[in-house]
């Protein structure tokens, strides 16, 4: 009886709203997505007779930029910690995870924010020794190898791309490129990606993937939105054909609908997610450290968003469903009675990406609240820390 008292009184707190001027932030784990890098492939020069722009770095490599972003990043979300009271200064060693996946970028972009989020402190980054082996907690491939569960996951990816509508983004696409002046129209005859087929790529231990027009046209817009916030001059972003906000969103629906074919799924998201989801579940339930910030990919947040049942949302000013720099921030606030849970979406703008314009409490990066299916929130976005927990079926 007292337990069902106390759970009845705990639905009643939520539905009236949280106080929140009696609230204390208690801890914050983020999963975030590296920065601005260098295109992933530096073999794109097939797809147009126009020559590409150079990179000072390799393909996929954090660029001086990047880590300057990252750096802006770090010192805002330092400012707001020593706001809320929960870190102030150097933190312990026991307080504080900053854990990378083994990729140059990604361990590169969790050193940036550390060296200013937390400088001159004795804050190290996290990650496996081998460098050469994707780490197993955000290695984001479908873990469980039946070729029943295999066939159900590539009808659904299947699925999608038959319900793609990208005719307009293509097309656009191939006019920036004039792909029919390419060697790729020359020597394969690809010269229409609305004529190609989009087929499903699926290996055991890789990532699922496609072939074809959907391939090609995210590696190539990924290609122009990386040079733009790179911040070179707009006549070498996409030879200046982008021109209008329209024709970006256009084109960055190529990306999206990538993302959605290959992560967003029923059923092998929660496969792809579960040993990072498990890896966060248990920091909650040691409660400790206090502030921890885990640094993947746009796949890893595409599949833990999708396999925890987040409710739709929609970020502004930006290209991208994942942006590059932007974190999933979920924060365990606490009163004299009970702990709430808060998931924000922080995320810079393409312009503060672009300008690398300075993060402040008074100039924030952009901020969006978010609401998962089975956890009720208030109108301040706080749902019961305890219903949070129950969701964890890793």
Not at 8 to 25: E, P, R
Not at 113 to 133: G, I, K, M, P, Y
Not at 176 to 200: F, M, P, R
Not at 272 to 297: C, Q, R, W
Request: glycine content about 4%; some cysteine; aromatic content about 10%.
């Amino acid at each position: 009886m007292a337990v069902k008292l106390i759970v009845f009184l705990c639905v009643i707190v939520i539905s009236k709203g949280v106080d929140i001027g009696s609230l204390k932030l208690d801890q914050v784990l983020i999963l975030s997505r590296h920065n601005v890098r260098t295109p992933l492939t530096d073999s794109l020069e097939k797809y147009t007779p126009k020559p590409w722009p150079k990179w000072n770095e390799s393909a996929g490599i954090l660029t001086q930029k990047g880590a300057l972003l990252e750096g802006i990043m770090g010192k805002y979300i330092s400012e707001w910690l020593d706001n809320e009271d929960l870190i102030e200064g150097c933190p312990e060693q026991k307080e504080v995870l900053i854990y990378a996946n083994t990729k140059s970028r990604t361990i590169a972009t969790a050193q940036a924010f550390v060296d200013s989020a937390f400088q001159n402190c004795n804050v190290t980054v996290r990650h496996l020794e081998d460098l050469t082996v994707f780490d197993p907690v955000f290695l984001p491939i479908v873990h469980n190898n039946s070729e029943i569960f295999s066939n159900q996951i590539g009808e659904e990816m299947r699925a999608k791309i038959k319900d793609l509508n990208l005719t307009e983004s293509y097309s656009e696409l191939a006019k920036i490129l004039k792909i029919e002046e390419a060697d790729i129209c020359k020597s394969l005859y690809l010269c229409d990606l609305n004529i190609a087929q989009t087929e499903v790529v699926l290996e055991v231990g890789e990532e699922p993937n496609v072939s074809g027009p959907l391939f090609i046209g995210n590696a190539i817009v990924d290609a122009f939105i990386m040079s733009y916030y790179e911040g070179m001059p707009l006549e070498d972003v996409a030879w200046g054909q982008i021109q209008t906000p329209e024709q970006w969103e256009l084109l960055a629906k190529i990306s999206k609908e990538n993302q959605n074919v290959r992560f967003n799924l029923t059923l092998g998201s929660k496969d792809i997610a579960g040993p990072l989801i498990k890896y966060m579940y248990n920091i909650f339930e040691d409660k400790s450290p206090k502030f921890t910030m885990l640094v993947g990919h746009d796949s890893n947040l595409n599949s833990v968003i999708r396999a925890l049942e987040f409710k739709p949302f929609k970020l502004s000013e930006q290209f991208e469903p994942y942006p590059i720099g932007g974190k999933l921030m979920f924060q365990k606030w606490v009163d004299s009675t009970n702990e709430y849970l808060k998931i924000e979406y922080l995320y810079p703008s393409t312009s503060q990406l672009r300008n690398a314009e300075i993060l402040s409490l008074s100039h924030p990066p952009k901020k969006v609240l978010l609401e998962l299916k089975d956890c009720k929130t208030d109108s301040n976005g706080f749902c019961l820390f305890s219903d949070f927990m129950k969701l964890n079926v890793y």
